[in-house]
């Protein structure tokens, strides 16, 4: 598959799938070692990211497109969910574990840190 950078956005949107980090790297005229100076990573460090993807976090993969002069958009199409308010209970439950800024913030809104 070739990708240029005009098609990048179409193949990705449109689900045509296959379309890698290093299609995207190649795609922009950055080879590994100029990505790795753009990221403040080491070339091996790229070569990584490359290797494991999709099995890599959101954050390096949107760190890794910024530093190609891109962004990473989400986009949710449709979720099934029960439209009902969580109770205070079950929104514990889920943010029990879990240290993000969000979650401390719904925990100090419901009373379970300060």
Known sequence: MTVTPEGIMADVTEGAGGVTLADLRRASGKNQRELAEAMGVQRARVSQI?????NVHYLVVQRYLEALGGRLTVQVDELAFDSRELTADE?????KNRNYPADRAIRRASGDIS
Not at 50 to 54: G, K, N, Q, S, V
Not at 91 to 95: A, D, E, H
């Open 50 to 54: 490359e290797a494991d993807f999709p």
């Open 91 to 95: 929104t514990r439950k889920l943010t």
